[in-house]
T-cell receptor, first 116, second 114 residues
Framework: NAGVMQNPRHLVRRRGQEARLRCSPMKGHSHVYWYRQLPEEGLKFMVYLQKENIIDESGMPKERFSAEFPKEGPSILRIQQVVRGDSAAYFC??????????????FGQGTRLTVV | DQQVKQNSPSLSVQEGRISILNCDYT??????FLWYKKYPAEGPTFLIS?????DKNEDGRFTVFLNKSAKHLSLHIVPSQPGDSAVYFCAASAQSGTASKLTFGTGTRLQVTL
């Protein structure tokens, strides 16, 4: 029973390049969330997706960041033209999303993005 | 604006004693609260949760207490074990218990000493 799978675990990009982070939710989970953790800070919500739909993107920076969760395949968080300030740990979480009092989201191990 | 606050960045407790981690929140719409545990280089792991209709939830060595009037919750770990050493995040949800985005505190690093 695989958990939430994120890849790559570590990603190094030069300034101006694109970063693409992948997340496969737990089996049976249809809700995906992306969070970002900057050094010495807590996790900050970025975006909430269901299959083919963005439900809440209130935490996404207005430019350069986008997310998708296609009908087939993993969820993708894309960061275009990366800058040093994008260096952080990016965590994906999933949940079944339907049961009352099951707000627990299960997290992947994260992708650590370093922009050089 | 930090809606979920963990004012103690670190806590050191002797093995076998009780660990008490505190969390305060400001948003009255929060109705479901969770604690996550995080080891270095890993994702957060769900520990225990509580709905706003309760004031206590217990699971083995872990108990979460909720004081709605004070907008305060705490996590008690007893007895504390060295394997409990990790960063603990308090999180809150504002959508009546259904899966929704979580608002996290900044974490408390617990060190359980021998």
């Amino acid at each position: 029973n695989a958990g939430v799978m994120q890849n790559p675990r570590h990603l190094v990009r030069r300034r101006g390049q694109e970063a693409r982070l992948r997340c496969s939710p737990m089996k049976g989970h249809s809700h995906v969330y992306w969070y970002r953790q900057l050094p010495e800070e807590g996790l900050k919500f970025m975006v909430y997706l269901q299959k083919e739909n963005i439900i809440d993107e209130s935490g996404m920076p207005k430019e350069r960041f986008s997310a998708e969760f296609p009908k087939e395949g993993p969820s993708i968080l894309r960061i275009q033209q990366v800058v040093r300030g994008d260096s952080a740990a990016y965590f994906c979480a999933s949940s079944p999303g339907t049961a009352y009092l099951q707000a627990e989201a299960f997290f992947g191990q994260g992708t650590r993005l370093t922009v050089v | 604006d930090q809606q979920v606050k963990q004012n103690s960045p670190s806590l050191s407790v002797q093995e076998g004693r009780i660990s008490i981690l505190n969390c305060d929140y400001t948003n009255s719409m929060f109705d479901y609260f969770l604690w996550y545990k995080k080891y270095p280089a890993e994702g957060p792991t769900f520990l225990i949760s509580i709905s706003s209709i309760k004031d206590k939830n217990e699971d083995g060595r872990f108990t979460v207490f909720l004081n709605k009037s004070a907008k305060h919750l705490s996590l008690h770990i007893v007895p504390s074990q060295p394997g409990d050493s990790a960063v603990y995040f308090c999180a809150a949800s504002a959508q009546s218990g259904t899966a929704s985005k979580l608002t996290f505190g900044t974490g408390t690093r617990l060190q359980v000493t021998l």
